[in-house]
């Protein structure tokens, strides 16, 4: 759930320097974790002081819709997605929320813009094929679910 630009590839870390990223390494270790009402308190205090970092608004995304919160983690991948209208992330984040809310036609709008924009985005993939399958469209699922597994 994190904007993959901003992460280290070699520890998964925020990289040291970025606007936050003492905070945001402190959030990633307590979310790994699953001390998750620390990491909301630390990404509550990014957000009054940075309302439009991406990784924080990703990160207060995947706390609420860990808490089933799903209202929540929409509004701030929303919120994402006006800081950057480009975050795969983000877009696919919020089609997961809108497959929880059972809207699965606008799941799969967003599923498809995230892939669109990153067409090797394998979560997205995944995530429609996840749609798909609910949908009782097994055909299309294994289709999807494929393409996922080849990227």
């Known amino acids: 759930m994190m904007k993959q630009?901003?992460?280290?590839?070699?520890?998964?870390?925020?990289?040291?320097?970025?606007?936050?990223?003492e905070k945001l390494n402190a959030a990633l270790t307590n979310y790994r974790?699953?001390?998750y009402h620390v990491?909301?308190?630390?990404?509550?205090?990014?957000y009054t002081e940075d309302a439009c970092?991406?990784?924080?608004?990703?990160?207060?995304?995947?706390?609420?819709?860990?808490?089933r919160d799903i209202s929540e983690s929409l509004f701030y991948n929303q919120q994402c997605l006006k800081v950057d209208p480009d975050c795969v992330?983000?877009?696919?984040?919020i089609g997961n929320c809108f497959q929880e809310l059972g809207d699965e036609s606008s799941a799969?709008?967003?599923?498809?813009?995230?892939?669109k924009l990153q067409p090797r985005f394998a979560h997205a993939y995944s995530?429609?094929?996840?749609?798909?399958?609910h949908q009782g469209n097994i055909k299309e699922a294994i289709?999807?679910?494929n393409t996922a597994i080849a990227l």
């Open 127 to 133: 995530n429609l094929a996840l749609v798909y399958f």
């Open 53 to 67: 970092c991406v990784d924080n608004l990703l990160m207060l995304g995947a706390i609420y819709f860990l808490r």
């Open 108 to 115: 799969i709008q967003f599923f498809m813009k995230a892939i």
């Open 5 to 21: 630009a901003l992460l280290s590839p070699s520890n998964n870390n925020f990289i040291p320097g970025q606007k936050h990223s």
């Open 33 to 35: 974790k699953g001390r």
């Open 39 to 46: 990491v909301l308190s630390i990404c509550k205090t990014i």
């Open 89 to 93: 992330e983000a877009l696919s984040n």
């Open 143 to 145: 289709r999807t679910l």
